[in-house]
C-alpha cells in the first residue's frame, strides 16, 4: 500500500501559524481588529493560525506589513518581544532627531554605563593623534575603528572639502549626526574619531557623551601645528602668519568643550607608543570596555 507524499510545507506552515498567533496576542489585537488593519479575512487568519491553508506571499506581506514585523520575521524562531524591540529599534531611526535626543536622554537618566556600552570616543584638535592612536589602539584592543570624516567621505562619494562647499556647514552637520547614529546602530564596541570640531555643535556632542565612553587627547598648540604640517597639510601657515595666535585662541575657547569628556591623555614631549600605553591604561582604568550589568 502506497502513501501520499509528505507536505513539506506543513512544518513551515506550523512555524507561520505560531508566529503570527503570538505576535497578535503580543499586541493585544484580536483576529477581527487584525483582520481590519490588515485586509484579511478573520476566516482566513483563522486558517493561517490553525496551520491550515496556503497563503500567498501578497497576503503574508498585508499580515507582516499590520503587525509591524519583516515579512521574514513571521518565519523565524524569534519571540515576540524580540520583534518588539526591532519594531521600537525603527520607530527610533525613524523619528526626528529632537525625539531622539529626548529618547537618548532618558536612557541616560536611567543607565549611562549601559548605553555608552563599550563604545570609546576620541576627541580633540586636529593633530592631537586622534586616527593614529585610535588606529593603533583599535588593533591592540581587538576593536572596529571608525574615522567619521573618513565615514562621510565614504557615504557621499567625495571629500569633506566638497561636502562643506556643496551642502553648507550645517548640512555637512547634519550628515555628521546621522553618521553618529549609523556608527551606534551598527557597534556595540569601537573607537571612534571625530572632527575636532564637533563638540562646538551642542546637539551632536550631547549625542557623543551620552553614547560613548569620551577621552580628550591633549597636545600643546605648537604640537598641533607640527603635527598638522607633518602630515602634509601646510594650510595652517601658509600665508597667514597669525595661525600660530589664532590656534591658541582655538584651543582655549574649545578647553571647556574638550573637559566634558570622561577623560584625557596628555600626548604632548612623548612618542606615540607611550601616548598609546597611556590611552589603554585610560580606557582600563575606567572600564570603558566592561559589560555593563545594567
Not at 107 to 128: D, E, F, K, T, V
Not at 218 to 227: I, K, L, V
Request: aromatic share 4%; proline share 5%.
Amino acid at each position: 500500500m502506497t502513501h501520499p507524499p509528505s507536505d513539506p510545507a506543513v512544518p513551515l506552515k506550523g512555524l507561520l501559524a505560531v508566529r503570527v498567533r503570538a505576535l497578535r496576542q503580543a499586541q493585544k489585537l484580536s483576529r477581527r481588529a487584525l483582520s481590519e488593519r490588515s485586509g484579511v479575512s478573520p476566516r482566513y487568519l483563522a486558517q493561517l493560525e490553525a496551520g491550515a491553508g496556503n497563503i500567498s506571499i501578497t497576503l503574508l506581506q498585508k499580515i507582516a506589513v499590520a503587525l509591524e514585523v519583516p515579512v521574514q520575521g513571521l518565519l523565524s524562531d524569534d519571540t515576540p518581544e524580540d520583534h518588539e524591540v526591532q519594531r521600537i529599534g525603527q520607530l527610533y531611526l525613524d523619528a526626528p532627531e529632537a525625539v531622539q535626543r529626548k529618547v537618548r536622554q532618558l536612557l541616560a537618566a536611567q543607565n549611562p554605563a549601559a548605553l555608552r556600552s563599550g563604545r570609546i570616543c576620541l576627541i580633540g584638535l586636529r593633530g592631537a593623534g586622534k586616527s593614529t592612536l585610535g588606529r593603533m589602539a583599535s588593533e591592540a584592543l581587538h576593536l572596529p575603528f571608525v574615522e567619521l570624516n573618513r565615514r562621510i567621505e565614504d557615504e557621499t562619494g567625495m571629500p569633506v572639502a566638497e561636502v562643506i562647499a556643496l551642502y553648507g556647514q550645517d548640512g555637512y552637520r547634519r550628515m555628521e549626526a546621522q553618521a553618529i547614529s549609523r556608527v551606534v546602530a551598527a557597534h556595540d564596541r569601537l573607537i571612534l574619531a571625530v572632527a575636532g570640531g564637533l563638540v562646538a555643535e551642542e546637539t551632536t556632542y550631547q549625542q557623543v557623551l551620552e553614547q560613548f565612553h569620551t577621552i580628550w587627547l591633549q597636545a600643546s598648540p605648537a604640537e598641533h601645528m607640527q603635527r598638522v604640517r607633518a602630515q602634509g597639510d601646510l594650510r595652517p601657515m601658509e600665508g597667514n602668519p597669525a595661525a600660530m595666535q589664532q590656534l591658541k585662541s582655538l584651543l582655549q575657547a574649545r578647553v571647556p568643550l574638550y573637559e566634558r569628556a570622561e577623560a584625557r591623555v596628555d600626548t604632548s614631549n612623548k612618542t606615540v607608543n607611550a601616548s598609546l600605553n597611556d590611552l589603554i591604561k585610560v580606557i582600563a582604568a575606567g572600564g570603558f570596555l566592561q559589560r555593563s550589568s545594567g
